[in-house]
C-alpha cells in the first residue's frame, strides 16, 4: 500500500531564505507524486507533480521539487520565501492501478516571518 | 480549465437532520470525484471514491448508510451526511479527475470545500 511521510509539522523560515519542506514516500510502482497548497478554509491547490522524466519539477509560484529514487523523496523547495507562502502544504502520493487513489501526507505548516 | 466547484461553502444544521454537498466539475468530465473530510490542524482522510453509474467504494470506517454519495453524471458529485450529529461536524472536501480523458494527468481538482456545522 502506498503511504506519504511529512516529518515536520511546522516550518519556520524568514522572508527572503531558501524554504525546504519534507516528504517522502513508499509505493510499490512507479509513484505520481504531487504537492498541494491549502489556505484557511479553502480547498487544495495544484502545485506541481512528478511523473516521470527530469527529477528536478517545477511548479506553481516559483516552487519547485526533487524527486530522488533512491532516498524515495520529494522534498519541496523555494529559493526566496515570500510572507505570502505561509500556508499548510500537503505532499501526495498516487499510483497508477487503473484508478488515481491520492493518499495524503499529513501536512506541514509553513510560517515565512517577514 | 478544470474548476470544481463545491456547494454550499458553510452550513450550520440542528441534529438528526440531513444535509446535502454537490461538488460539480465545470469544465471537464468527471470520470471519479472523491470525497475528503478534514480534521482542524489535520491532513485529508479519504472517505469515499465514486465513479460515474456506479456505486461508491467507501474507505475502512466510513459508514456508506451515514455518509451517502451518488455520482449520476459526469459532471456531478453529492455527498449526503444524513442523521447529522455534532461529530460529524467537519471541513469536507471534493476533489475531481479526469483519468480517462483529455486531462489524464493525475492530479485532483479540488473544490472550495464545504464546513458542516452541526448544532
Known amino acids: 500500500a502506498q503511504s506519504v511521510a511529512q516529518p515536520e509539522d511546522q516550518v519556520n523560515v524568514a522572508e527572503g531564505n531558501p524554504l525546504t519542506v519534507k516528504c517522502t514516500y513508499s509505493?510499490?510502482?512507479?509513484?505520481?507524486l504531487f504537492w498541494y497548497v491549502q489556505y484557511p478554509n479553502r480547498g487544495l491547490q495544484f502545485l506541481l507533480k512528478?511523473?516521470?522524466?527530469?527529477?528536478l519539477v517545477k511548479g506553481s509560484y516559483g516552487f519547485e521539487a526533487e524527486f530522488n529514487k533512491s532516498q524515495t523523496s520529494f522534498h519541496l523547495k523555494k529559493p526566496s520565501a515570500l510572507v505570502s507562502d505561509s500556508a499548510l502544504y500537503f505532499c501526495a502520493v498516487s499510483e497508477n492501478t487503473g484508478g488515481f487513489k491520492t493518499i495524503f501526507g499529513a501536512g506541514t505548516r509553513l510560517f515565512v516571518k517577514a | 480549465g478544470a474548476v470544481v466547484s463545491q456547494h454550499p461553502s458553510w452550513v450550520i444544521c440542528k441534529s438528526g437532520t440531513s444535509v446535502k454537498i454537490e461538488c460539480r466539475s465545470l469544465d471537464f468530465q468527471a470520470t471519479t470525484m472523491f470525497w475528503y473530510r478534514q480534521f482542524p490542524k489535520q491532513s485529508l482522510m479519504l472517505m469515499a471514491t465514486?465513479?460515474?453509474?456506479?456505486?461508491?467504494?467507501?474507505e475502512q470506517g466510513v459508514e456508506k448508510d451515514k455518509f451517502l454519495i451518488n455520482h449520476a453524471s459526469l459532471t456531478l458529485s453529492t455527498l449526503t451526511v444524513t442523521s447529522a450529529h455534532p461529530e460529524d461536524s467537519s471541513f469536507y472536501i471534493c476533489s475531481a479527475s479526469d483519468i480517462a480523458g483529455q486531462l489524464n494527468t493525475g492530479e485532483l481538482f479540488f473544490g472550495e470545500g464545504s464546513r458542516l456545522t452541526v448544532l
Open positions: 512528478y511523473i516521470t522524466g527530469d527529477n
Open positions: 509505493v510499490s510502482g512507479n509513484p505520481y
Open positions: 465514486s465513479n460515474e453509474g456506479s456505486k461508491a467504494t467507501y
